[in-house]
Every structure is written in structure tokens, then in C-alpha cells.
């Protein structure tokens, strides 16, 4: 995996394939010179981004239309560009960029590695360490961090990482208080989806931070700790962190954090009748029995039964400048995320867009109002993206006329 070159293989006597020697040697040899295209290929795609983007930012008149004076055109047209780049090559915006932002940085602070990484000698996982670690070190240690890690290129990533993080921290001048601000300055909370309807809700804190939260749920936890109580410590401080924070599954400490959870049951669960598993603002899968268990008790949350749906007021003309509560709560369940292919965010946090917008008779309907991020919002308003409803769904055409279609309903 380290060594690229096909010089490393000693050719047998007989180049026969008769001989599983041979076959052997000819089996690794096609493995490396496709890692070889691989990497080279990779390599392109994010230049190929990042030129694109530039191209974007520069000419944003490709991009976008219907400005107002105080829209920044350059911005909006990388939103875009960034949008039907995501669309194209199946992947998400935020990659996109990351990928645009990995070749800008590789490219103009360590041109060694750039070069290698283009001739797919430079492991991708590698490069991306020395794209990240570089973003953080100042102007003048570029060039020998670039001499450096080019040098080390060979490097297993786990061993590539550890010699890169190594090598950085020596030729940062800064003192470690700044390094410590610095670093206190990404501080965040995310959350990651896991299997088995688990996730992880992660926090990158200070160390103080972390000390003292840690210690808190540990000694709550504890004090739970009492004859009787058949959860493990693990568990016990788990259950205390998810009430501390809110967490609405944790217990039935649910009541004033102002979050509205949609729980979706089939309906046959809900009698008993069957199993089906439901599902959490209509995305996360749920057992059974949970399903049950929180549309019968938890006040928070809003039930929507899967089947029969009917009765649901969709035609509301008469007072368009509201989107009443039935239609908000069967828009959530049908479009549970923004309408944007491949966006992720959850409808309670969009904005509801009118296709045909009301100023051009655009009725406030299941069939014109569909839920779209702030950015998708935007970059639909602002830029040369376009979006079609109809009875079968949903169809954007992108600035530079790919259409795809929206996601399916979730059922
Ligand atoms: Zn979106």
C-alpha cells in the first residue's frame, strides 16, 4: 500500500501463467497501478472542484440572477455551483467544499505534496492530514512542513498522522496558551447517526469544560446508585447526561425545552394489531414499542399515524398568509428533510418555500409548499436553480442544466 512503483516486483524466470507465482505477481501488480489511478484521480476531481468554484466566484453570472442590491453575487453563485457539483457527483455540499478548500490549501502552501499527490503517489488519507494540519500553521513554516511531509509520503496514514502532527507542533512558533485559544475556537456539538437507532451526540470542549460536565454526570449517576437499580454505571451516566441535556428520550423530563418531535406510528402498531417499527420526524426508524410507547404518553410530541391519512385540510386559500398546523404537520411527514436532493436538514428547522411564490398566484398547497433550508432557500431565490412540483414530485434543474429528481416520500 506504501509503494506505488511497479519496480518493487522481481519478475519471475518465466513469465507464465500457468504459474501461480506469476499470477500472483500480475494480481498485485493490477492493485497497484490501480491505486496509482485512483489517486490520480481523486487528485483531478478535487482540482477539478476547486477551478470550478473559482470559476464560480469570478463569473458569478453563470451562477445566479434576480439580485438584490445587498446579496453578495460571488457567494451566492458558489452555493450554487457548490449545490449542482453535490448533485452530479452524488456527494454532499459540505464535501464539496471540504474538497475545494483540501486542493486550495495543498496547492498554494505545499506544492511537493500537491505534485505528488497528482502523480497518485501521495495516499489521499495522508493528504488530507497535511491539508488540515497546514490550515493552522503560519506562513512561514509551510515550506518546511511541505519538504517534510513530502519526505515522509511513504508513511502508513496512522504513522503518516502521528509523524504530521509531530512535525507541525514543532515549527508552530506559537505558545501553547495561543495554540490553546486557537484551538477553544472550534469548540462544537454534532451528532452522528449509528446502527441499531443509535447515534452519538459528540462535544469538542475544553479540557476544563469537559472535566467538570464529566464530573457532574458521573456523580449524579452514582447517586442513582441505590439497591434495586438494575442499570450498569455506564448506562446510569448516559441516562443522566441525555435528561441533563434535554434529551427526550432519556425520561419524562420532556416538558419546557420547546422541541417539537414528530413520531410517526403505522397504525396497526399503535393497536397492537402488528410490529411495524415507526419512525422519529420521520427519518429515524423506531421499534415498535417505543413508537407505541411515545405517541401514547409524551406530551412533546406530535403523532402522525401512517394509515388512513385523510382528512388532512390541504386547500387553505382563503387565508394564504398562514400555513395552518395540519398542513405543516403532513408537510413535515411527507418531506421530513429539506426538498434539496442529498440535503440532510430536518424540515423543522426550514423555511417552507413556494414554488410558484404567492405574489404569482402560487397557492399555499401540498402541492406548491414544500420545506427547503436556509441555503437551499436562498440558492433557489437567488441563483439560476430551478424546481419543479408535480403530481409525481419533484425535479431541479441545476444553473448548468443537470436535473435530477427530489427524494422519494418516505414510504
Ligand atoms: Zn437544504
Keep these: 500500500m506504501n509503494t506505488p512503483s511497479l519496480a518493487a516486483a522481481e519478475p519471475p524466470l518465466l513469465l507464465d501463467e500457468t504459474f501461480p507465482e506469476t499470477r500472483v505477481l500480475f494480481g498485485m501488480a493490477r492493485a497497484e497501478v490501480a491505486q496509482l489511478s485512483a489517486t490520480r484521480a481523486i487528485a483531478e476531481q478535487w482540482a477539478a472542484i476547486a477551478d470550478t468554484l473559482r470559476e464560480a466566484s469570478d463569473f458569478p453570472d453563470v451562477f445566479v440572477e434576480n439580485l438584490r442590491p445587498t446579496d453578495n453575487a460571488s457567494e451566492l453563485a ?22 475545494a478548500h483540501e486542493a486550495g490549501l495543498l496547492r498554494t502552501r505545499t506544492p511537493h505534496v500537491w505534485a505528488w499527490f497528482r502523480e497518485g503517489e501521495f495516499a489521499v488519507p495522508n493528504a488530507r492530514t497535511v491539508a488540515d494540519l497546514v ?3 503560519p506562513e512561514d513554516a509551510w515550506d518546511a512542513f511541505d519538504t517534510a511531509m513530502a519526505e515522509h509520503r511513504l508513511l502508513a496514514p496512522p504513522r503518516f498522522r502521528a509523524r ?3 512535525v507541525a507542533s514543532r515549527l508552530d512558533q506559537a505558545t501553547l496558551t495561543e495554540r490553546h485559544q486557537r484551538a ?12 441499531d437507532g443509535m447515534a452519538w451526540l459528540n462535544l469538542h470542549l475544553t479540557i476544563e469544560q469537559c472535566r467538570r460536565a464529566f464530573a457532574t454526570i458521573d456523580r449524579m449517576a452514582r447517586n442513582l446508585q441505590v439497591p434495586g437499580e438494575t442499570r450498569t454505571l455506564n448506562q446510569l451516566r448516559a441516562d443522566v447526561a441525555a435528561d441533563l441535556l434535554g434529551g427526550v428520550l432519556g425520561s419524562a423530563n420532556t416538558r419546557g425545552t420547546g422541541v417539537s418531535i414528530a413520531v410517526t406510528v403505522p397504525v396497526m402498531t399503535l393497536l397492537g394489531l402488528e410490529d411495524t417499527p ?18 401514547g404518553h409524551a406530551p412533546s410530541f406530535t403523532r402522525i399515524l401512517t394509515h388512513p391519512i385523510t382528512g388532512t385540510v390541504l386547500d387553505i386559500d382563503r387565508n394564504p398568509e398562514h400555513i395552518p398546523a395540519d398542513l405543516l404537520r403532513w408537510q413535515r411527514f411527507m418531506h421530513p428533510i429539506c426538498d434539496f436532493p442529498g440535503c440532510g436538514r430536518p424540515a423543522a428547522e426550514c423555511d417552507i418555500d413556494h414554488t410558484i411564490a404567492k405574489a404569482d398566484n402560487g397557492t399555499t398547497t401540498d402541492a406548491n409548499v414544500g420545506p427547503l433550508c436556509r441555503n437551499h432557500h436562498r440558492v433557489k ?6 424546481l419543479t412540483r408535480d403530481a409525481t414530485g419533484i425535479t431541479w434543474t441545476s444553473p448548468t442544466g443537470h436535473t435530477t429528481r427530489g427524494d422519494p416520500p418516505p414510504f
Excluded: C, F, Q
Aim: glycine residues 4%; without cysteine; hydrophobic residues 45%.
Design 78 to 99: 458558489v452555493r450554487a455551483a457548490a449545490a449542482d457539483l453535490a448533485v452530479r457527483l452524488g456527494m454532499t455540499e459540505n464535501a464539496v467544499r471540504n474538497h
Design 135 to 137: 490550515a493552522h500553521l
Design 164 to 166: 504530521a502532527r509531530a
Design 184 to 195: 477553544a475556537k472550534e469548540r462544537r456539538v454534532w451528532m452522528e447517526p449509528a446502527v
Design 278 to 295: 415507526g419512525t422519529l420526524d420521520g427519518l429515524t426508524p423506531i421499534d415498535a414499542d417505543t413508537a407505541r410507547r411515545l405517541a
Design 381 to 386: 431565490h437567488h441563483t439560476k436553480w430551478s
